[in-house]
């Protein structure tokens, strides 16, 4: 379990990472050998993004429009199992309440433990481009706390519509959190209310949304303890490697770019140059972060490692 592992470390900074599943058709092996490099940092986990249905249109040869789900990442419960094969590591799905019904999102979760897979990061999901606000799908669930509610009910062998009890299952559940806010909270009290909900509903952990300036992350987990949340609090961490993600990161997620590292990325002139921007910042955070006694250094790879691998060598 992930906090078994940060138990472990006994105050020593892990390693570990997010990878996101290649658009279907692609080859997996190519998504893997690209975080093998990374496995000389011993990762005790990675976790791995689950993508929900997006509805597109497609022209029938009458003219008629039909309006089909698509899911343009599948395959993270497959990939879940390919990792623990080939590196012995311990996958962490993210299961999602957009797309689902409670009995859809049981039959995965059975899935999981069958794989013997022992951690899940619980999200509710983002909204379908095509709609910009979160709509469940009918009998699924709103919020992550009510997964939350789920999976723990499971954990207690107690299944939706079985009148006995089932074998319990033994899931570590993680929980997203936000430095800057999420985008959709009135305010950061409403957004720390709801997420206390979350521990209170039994998240053991909490992985943040990326940040480029540590002292986000600091008052995060002072404001978090004020709160009473006592749990790990796991930095997320994206090296910046393009010109663009300049306005698209703060866009997409709500966060602030620090000044000086917009400075930097403007008097870049191709994005090799900003991709070593991205990480000569990355290790001055991370050396902050480690200085600071964070459990893990927690990277969003998005299918590249390379400047994780150089931010990694430059810090542990
Ligand atoms: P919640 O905790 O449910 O909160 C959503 C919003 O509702 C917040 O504004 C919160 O303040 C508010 N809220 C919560 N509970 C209540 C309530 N009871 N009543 C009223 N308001 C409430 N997305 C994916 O689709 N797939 C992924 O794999 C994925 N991985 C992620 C990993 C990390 C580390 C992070 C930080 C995000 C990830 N996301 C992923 C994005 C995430 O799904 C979105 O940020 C989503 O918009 C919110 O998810 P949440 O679990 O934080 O939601």
């Given at each position: 379990?992930?906090?078994?592992?940060v138990r472990?470390?006994?105050?020593?900074?892990?390693?570990?990472?997010?990878?996101?599943?290649?658009?279907k058709?692609?080859?997996?092996?190519?998504?893997?050998?690209?975080?093998?490099?990374?496995?000389?940092?011993?990762?005790?986990?990675?976790?791995?993004?689950?993508?929900?249905?997006?509805?597109?249109?497609?022209?029938?040869?009458?003219?008629?429009?039909?309006?089909?789900p698509?899911?343009?990442?599948?395959?993270?419960?497959?990939?879940?199992?390919?990792?623990?094969?080939?590196?012995?590591?311990?996958?962490?799905?993210?299961?999602?309440?957009?797309?689902?019904?409670?009995?859809?999102t049981?039959?995965?979760?059975?899935d999981?433990?069958?794989?013997?897979?022992?951690?899940?990061?619980?999200?509710?999901?983002?909204?379908?481009?095509?709609?910009?606000?979160?709509?469940?799908?009918?009998?699924?669930?709103?919020?992550?706390?009510?997964?939350?509610?789920?999976?723990?009910?499971?954990?207690?062998?107690k299944?939706?519509?079985?009148?006995?009890?089932?074998?319990?299952?033994?899931?570590?559940?993680g929980?997203?959190?936000?430095?800057?806010?999420?985008?959709?909270?009135?305010?950061?009290?409403?957004?720390?209310?709801?997420?206390?909900?979350?521990?209170?509903?039994?998240?053991?952990?909490?992985?943040?949304?990326?940040f480029?300036?540590?002292?986000?992350?600091?008052?995060?987990?002072?404001?978090?303890?004020?709160?009473?949340?006592?749990?790990?609090?796991?930095?997320?961490?994206?090296?910046?490697?393009?010109?663009?993600?300049?306005?698209?990161?703060?866009?997409?997620?709500?966060?602030?770019?620090?000044?000086?590292?917009?400075?930097?990325?403007?008097?870049c002139?191709?994005?090799?140059?900003?991709?070593?921007?991205?990480?000569?910042?990355?290790?001055?955070?991370?050396?902050?972060?480690?200085?600071?006694?964070?459990?893990?250094?927690?990277f969003?790879?998005?299918?590249?490692?390379?400047?994780?691998?150089?931010?990694?060598?430059?810090?542990?």
């Amino acid at each position: 379990k992930v906090t078994e592992y940060v138990r472990q470390a006994g105050g020593r900074t892990l390693f570990s990472l997010e990878i996101i599943p290649p658009l279907k058709g692609q080859n997996i092996n190519q998504l893997l050998d690209s975080i093998e490099p990374l496995m000389e940092f011993k990762p005790p986990f990675v976790d791995v993004t689950y993508h929900r249905e997006e509805v597109i249109d497609k022209q029938l040869p009458n003219g008629l429009i039909q309006r089909i789900p698509v899911r343009k990442r599948p395959g993270t419960v497959g990939i879940c199992a390919r990792l623990m094969e080939r590196f012995k590591v311990d996958a962490v799905p993210h299961v999602i309440c957009g797309g689902f019904t409670r009995e859809e999102t049981e039959d995965m979760l059975i899935d999981l433990h069958y794989l013997g897979i022992d951690n899940v990061l619980v999200l509710r999901g983002d909204a379908e481009k095509s709609v910009g606000v979160f709509m469940p799908k009918a009998g699924g669930h709103c919020y992550a706390s009510e997964l939350i509610e789920q999976v723990v009910s499971m954990n207690h062998g107690k299944l939706l519509h079985e009148e006995t009890e089932g074998t319990p299952t033994n899931f570590c559940i993680g929980v997203a959190g936000y430095p800057e806010k999420h985008l959709e909270a009135q305010d950061l009290d409403t957004d720390f209310r709801y997420l206390k909900k979350k521990v209170d509903a039994g998240a053991e952990y909490i992985v943040t949304q990326m940040f480029f300036d540590n002292q986000k992350y600091f008052r995060f987990v002072e404001r978090c303890r004020a709160e009473g949340i006592q749990v790990p609090i796991i930095p997320g961490l994206k090296p910046l490697s393009t010109k663009k993600q300049l306005s698209i990161l703060p866009r997409i997620f709500h966060l602030d770019m620090p000044p000086e590292l917009v400075a930097e990325v403007e008097k870049c002139d191709t994005d090799q140059q900003v991709r070593q921007v991205g990480i000569e910042w990355g290790i001055q955070q991370c050396r902050e972060l480690l200085a600071y006694g964070v459990p893990v250094l927690h990277f969003y790879t998005m299918g590249k490692s390379d400047n994780v691998l150089q931010i990694a060598r430059g810090v542990f």
